[in-house]
C-alpha cells in the first residue's frame, strides 16, 4: 500500500516544514525560523555543506513564500502546486476559496478549449477482396477493393465537424461519394446534425437526437437525394433495458422501406448482439457474441441469416499492444468457405477477406478451421507467450532500474539534510537528557514487513537492507523545547527534511524506541489503508493518560 494518495498531493509542502494542513500564520512562521536557522547557508564554512544548505534552504524558502501568502495558499491546497503554474492570477479580486476555485476552473476550460480545437480524430478502413479459387484460374488473386476514411474535428464543446469519403473498385466497376457532417449540441438532452454527400448518393439531409428520459433516446431524420429528389425518412429508438443491455428501434420510410429491431448486452468479459430486420424484398437476422478470456485475447462467433445470406463466423483475436490488436475470423456460409484477417491500429482498420472455395466440403472445411488453429496455439505457446514473459521481465527490470536511481537521490538527499541537523539535532537531545525529557534513542522508517522482522528478531543492525532509513536524527531535530514531538497525520512521513520514502509503492511504518522521563518506550506509526495507527509495544508512563502526555504527538 503506497503512502502518497490524491489527499496527500498538496500536502507535500507542509511535509516539508513539518506542519499540519490546518497550521496558523503564526506555527508556518515558527517553523520556517527553525528550518532556516539549520539550513541557513551562512552558518557553514565548508563547501560542500553550504552547497548542501544552500539547496535545502531554497526548498524551505520556496515552501515558506507559498503558505505565508493567503492567495498562494489557498490555490495551493485546493489543487497543489499545478494550481500555482497554471497561469492563475492572483489580486484583491481574488479574496476568497470559492471565487478562486471559480477563476481556476475557467482556464482550465480555456485551455481544454484550445485543446480540442487542435485535436483532430482520423479514422479510416481498407477492404481487399481476395479469392484463392479466382488466382488458381489465373485472373489475379484480388477482386475488389473499399476505402473509407473521416476526420473529425471539435470545434468546441458544443460543436464538432466531420469530413470523409469512400471508394470502392468491384471488378471493372467502382464508384466513389465524399460527405460532410456538421453536428450541433442543443442542450445536455438534444443534439442536431446536418450532412451532405456528392458522388454516388448525392443528398443533403438533418436529424436530431434527444433523451426522452435517462433511459431512452429517440432520433428522427430526413434525408433528400440530389438525383431524383426523393425522400427518406428514419426514426430510431433506443432504450436502456439494465445496466449491462440496452434495446433499439429503427424504421426507414423511403425507396427502400425497413424495420429492424435490435438488442445489445455488455457487461466486463462478455457482449452480445442481435438484430432482426425486415423491409421490401428483405429479410435479415444477425447475432454475434464475443468473450475475452484474458486481458488481451478473446473469442468472438456470429451468425448471419437472411434472404440472400447464410453464414456463420467463428475466430478470436489478441491485443498486440496499447493501440493495436488483430482478429482472425473463419466464414463458412452459402458463398463458400473464407478466411478473414483484421487489423485495428488506432482508429484504422485493415480488413482481408480471403475466399478459399465455393465449395462445401466437409473435410476441406474442417482443415480450413483446424489447421490454422493449431498453428495459432502452438505459435501462441512456443513464440508469442515466452516473447511476452520476457518483454514483461525486461520491463519490470528497467522500472525497477529506474526506480532504484530515484531511491538512491532521494537517499542522498535525506543524508545530506540530516548531516546539517546533525548539531542541533544533538543540543536538543543532550537538553533533553538534562531535564529528563523526550529523547529519540532509535527511530527507523521503511518497509513495513522488514520492519516487524527486526523488530521480532534479536538483530540489532539494518544496513543490510535499503528499505529502511534511520531517521533518528531527523526526530530528535523536531523535539520542541518542551519535550514534544508531533508529527501530523494526513501528511505523508517521507516528506519530511531527512527523511524519504525508502521502498515507493510497499506499505510502510515508522518505529521509534525513546526515553520520556526515565522510562522507555516503543511505538510504532504503521500506515494502512492511509489511516495512521499507534501501538505501544512496552506499558506507559502510569502518570501519562494518552499519547500525547509522553511527549509523542502523531
Same mark, same amino acid.
Given at each position: 500500500?503506497?503512502?502518497?494518495?490524491?489527499?496527500?498531493?498538496?500536502?507535500?509542502?507542509?511535509?516539508? #516544514?513539518?506542519?499540519?494542513?490546518?497550521?496558523?500564520?503564526?506555527?508556518? &512562521?515558527?517553523?520556517?525560523?527553525?528550518?532556516?536557522?539549520?539550513?541557513?547557508?551562512?552558518?557553514? !564554512?565548508?563547501? /560542500?555543506?553550504?552547497?548542501?544548505?544552500?539547496?535545502?534552504?531554497?526548498?524551505?524558502?520556496?515552501?515558506?513564500?507559498?503558505?505565508?501568502?493567503?492567495?498562494?495558499?489557498?490555490?495551493?491546497?485546493?489543487? +497543489?502546486?499545478? +494550481? #500555482?503554474?497554471? @497561469?492563475?492570477?492572483?489580486?484583491?479580486?481574488?479574496?476568497?476559496?470559492?471565487?478562486?476555485?471559480?477563476?481556476?476552473?475557467?482556464?482550465?476550460?480555456?485551455?481544454?478549449?484550445?485543446?480540442?480545437?487542435? /485535436?483532430? %480524430?482520423?479514422?479510416?478502413?481498407?477492404?481487399?477482396?481476395?479469392?484463392?479459387? *479466382?488466382?488458381?484460374?489465373?485472373?489475379?488473386?484480388?477482386?475488389?477493393?473499399?476505402?473509407?476514411?473521416?476526420?473529425?474535428?471539435?470545434?468546441?464543446?458544443?460543436?464538432?465537424?466531420?469530413?470523409?469519403?469512400?471508394?470502392?473498385?468491384?471488378?471493372?466497376?467502382?464508384?466513389?461519394?465524399?460527405?460532410?457532417?456538421? &453536428?450541433?449540441?442543443?442542450?445536455?438532452?438534444?443534439?442536431?446534425?446536418?450532412?451532405?454527400?456528392?458522388?454516388?448518393?448525392?443528398?443533403? +439531409?438533418?436529424?436530431?437526437?434527444?433523451?426522452?428520459?435517462?433511459?431512452?433516446?429517440?432520433?428522427?431524420?430526413?434525408?433528400?437525394?440530389?438525383?431524383? +429528389?426523393?425522400?427518406? %425518412?428514419?426514426?430510431?429508438?433506443?432504450?436502456?433495458?439494465?445496466?449491462?443491455?440496452?434495446?433499439?428501434?429503427? #424504421?426507414?420510410?423511403?425507396? !427502400?422501406?425497413?424495420?429492424?429491431?435490435?438488442?445489445?448486452?455488455?457487461?466486463?468479459?462478455?457482449?452480445?448482439? @442481435?438484430?432482426?430486420?425486415?423491409?421490401? @424484398? %428483405?429479410?435479415?437476422?444477425?447475432?454475434?457474441?464475443?468473450?475475452?478470456?484474458?486481458?488481451?485475447?478473446? @473469442?468472438?462467433?456470429?451468425?448471419?441469416?437472411?434472404?440472400?445470406?447464410?453464414?456463420?463466423? $467463428?475466430?478470436?483475436?489478441?491485443?498486440?499492444?496499447?493501440?493495436?490488436? $488483430?482478429?482472425?475470423?473463419?466464414?463458412?456460409?452459402? !458463398?463458400?468457405?473464407?478466411?478473414?484477417?483484421? #487489423?485495428? &491500429?488506432?482508429?484504422?482498420?485493415?480488413?482481408?477477406?480471403?475466399?478459399?472455395?465455393?465449395?462445401?466440403?466437409?473435410?476441406?472445411?474442417?482443415?480450413?478451421?483446424?489447421?490454422?488453429?493449431?498453428?495459432?496455439?502452438?505459435?501462441?505457446?512456443?513464440?508469442?507467450?515466452?516473447?511476452?514473459? *520476457?518483454?514483461?521481465?525486461?520491463?519490470?527490470?528497467?522500472?525497477?532500474?529506474?526506480?532504484?536511481?530515484?531511491?538512491?537521490?532521494?537517499?542522498?538527499?535525506?543524508? =545530506?539534510?540530516?548531516?546539517?541537523?546533525?548539531?542541533?539535532?544533538?543540543?536538543?537531545?543532550?537538553?533533553?537528557?538534562?531535564?529528563?525529557?523526550?529523547?529519540?534513542? &532509535?527511530?527507523?522508517?521503511?518497509?513495513?514487513?522488514?520492519?516487524?522482522?527486526?523488530?521480532?528478531?534479536?538483530?540489532?543492525?539494518?544496513?543490510?537492507?535499503?528499505?529502511?532509513?534511520?531517521?533518528?536524527?531527523?526526530?530528535?531535530?523536531?523535539?520542541?523545547?518542551?519535550?514534544?514531538?508531533?508529527?501530523?497525520?494526513? $501528511?505523508?512521513?517521507?516528506?519530511?527534511?531527512?527523511?524519504?520514502?525508502?521502498?515507493?509503492?510497499?506499505?510502510?511504518?515508522?518505529?521509534?524506541?525513546?526515553?520520556?522521563?526515565?522510562?522507555?518506550? =516503543?511505538?510504532?506509526?504503521?500506515?494502512?489503508?492511509?489511516?495512521? $495507527?499507534?501501538?505501544?509495544? /512496552?506499558?506507559?508512563?502510569?502518570?501519562?493518560?494518552?499519547?500525547?502526555?509522553?511527549?509523542?504527538?502523531?
Amino acid at each position: 500500500m503506497a503512502e502518497r494518495n490524491e489527499s496527500q498531493d498538496n500536502r507535500e509542502l507542509y511535509a516539508l #516544514l513539518n506542519l499540519s494542513p490546518d497550521a496558523s500564520d503564526e506555527e508556518i &512562521r515558527r517553523a520556517y525560523r527553525q528550518w532556516a536557522q539549520a539550513y541557513h547557508p551562512d552558518k557553514y !564554512q565548508a563547501p /560542500h555543506m553550504k552547497d548542501i544548505a544552500t539547496e535545502n534552504f531554497q526548498r524551505i524558502r520556496e515552501a515558506y513564500e507559498i503558505l505565508s501568502d493567503p492567495h498562494k495558499r489557498q490555490i495551493y491546497d485546493i489543487y +497543489g502546486m499545478e +494550481g #500555482l503554474t497554471s @497561469g492563475l492570477e492572483l489580486g484583491s479580486t481574488l479574496n476568497g476559496a470559492e471565487v478562486i476555485k471559480a477563476e481556476l476552473e475557467r482556464l482550465k476550460r480555456m485551455k481544454e478549449r484550445e485543446k480540442l480545437a487542435a /485535436h483532430f %480524430l482520423p479514422s479510416g478502413t481498407i477492404i481487399a477482396n481476395m479469392s484463392l479459387p *479466382r488466382y488458381l484460374d489465373g485472373d489475379g488473386l484480388v477482386i475488389g477493393m473499399a476505402m473509407t476514411s473521416e476526420i473529425q474535428s471539435h470545434l468546441s464543446k458544443r460543436n464538432a465537424f466531420t469530413i470523409g469519403g469512400n471508394l470502392a473498385v468491384n471488378g471493372g466497376e467502382g464508384g466513389g461519394a465524399a460527405n460532410a457532417l456538421f &453536428r450541433h449540441q442543443l442542450s445536455k438532452d438534444s443534439s442536431v446534425e446536418f450532412v451532405a454527400s456528392v458522388g454516388l448518393r448525392a443528398l443533403i +439531409g438533418v436529424q436530431t437526437t434527444r433523451n426522452l428520459s435517462s433511459h431512452s433516446t429517440a432520433t428522427m431524420g430526413v434525408a433528400m437525394s440530389l438525383r431524383d +429528389g426523393s425522400l427518406n %425518412l428514419s426514426n430510431l429508438w433506443t432504450r436502456q433495458l439494465s445496466e449491462t443491455a440496452s434495446g433499439h428501434i429503427e #424504421l426507414n420510410l423511403g425507396q !427502400q422501406s425497413s424495420i429492424a429491431v435490435g438488442w445489445q448486452k455488455k457487461d466486463e468479459r462478455r457482449s452480445a448482439s @442481435g438484430e432482426l430486420k425486415f423491409g421490401t @424484398g %428483405l429479410f435479415e437476422a444477425a447475432v454475434h457474441c464475443t468473450h475475452r478470456f484474458s486481458r488481451k485475447s478473446l @473469442g468472438c462467433i456470429a451468425g448471419r441469416v437472411g434472404s440472400s445470406s447464410l453464414e456463420i463466423e $467463428v475466430g478470436g483475436g489478441r491485443k498486440l499492444s496499447k493501440f493495436s490488436s $488483430v482478429r482472425w475470423l473463419y466464414v463458412i456460409g452459402i !458463398q463458400g468457405i473464407s478466411w478473414k484477417f483484421e #487489423l485495428y &491500429r488506432g482508429g484504422q482498420k485493415i480488413i482481408l477477406p480471403i475466399l478459399l472455395t465455393r465449395h462445401l466440403n466437409p473435410v476441406f472445411a474442417t482443415g480450413a478451421f483446424f489447421i490454422p488453429a493449431s498453428l495459432y496455439f502452438c505459435l501462441k505457446k512456443f513464440l508469442i507467450k515466452p516473447y511476452y514473459l *520476457r518483454r514483461s521481465k525486461q520491463k519490470a527490470l528497467e522500472e525497477e532500474k529506474e526506480s532504484s536511481a530515484q531511491v538512491k537521490e532521494a537517499w542522498a538527499a535525506a543524508e =545530506k539534510a540530516q548531516k546539517l541537523q546533525q548539531n542541533v539535532a544533538n543540543r536538543k537531545r543532550n537538553r533533553q537528557l538534562e531535564t529528563g525529557g523526550l529523547v529519540i534513542t &532509535r527511530a527507523l522508517y521503511g518497509n513495513q514487513i522488514v520492519l516487524s522482522n527486526l523488530k521480532s528478531s534479536s538483530e540489532t543492525s539494518f544496513e543490510s537492507t535499503s528499505d529502511v532509513i534511520d531517521v533518528t536524527i531527523p526526530l530528535n531535530f523536531l523535539v520542541n523545547d518542551s519535550g514534544q514531538l508531533k508529527l501530523h497525520e494526513g $501528511v505523508k512521513k517521507s516528506g519530511i527534511m531527512g527523511f524519504c520514502d525508502p521502498c515507493p509503492g510497499r506499505p510502510k511504518e515508522l518505529y521509534v524506541e525513546y526515553v520520556y522521563a526515565g522510562n522507555q518506550f =516503543k511505538v510504532t506509526s504503521c500506515l494502512l489503508r492511509f489511516k495512521i $495507527v499507534i501501538k505501544l509495544s /512496552h506499558l506507559v508512563d502510569p502518570r501519562a493518560n494518552s499519547k500525547f502526555e509522553t511527549g509523542l504527538g502523531w
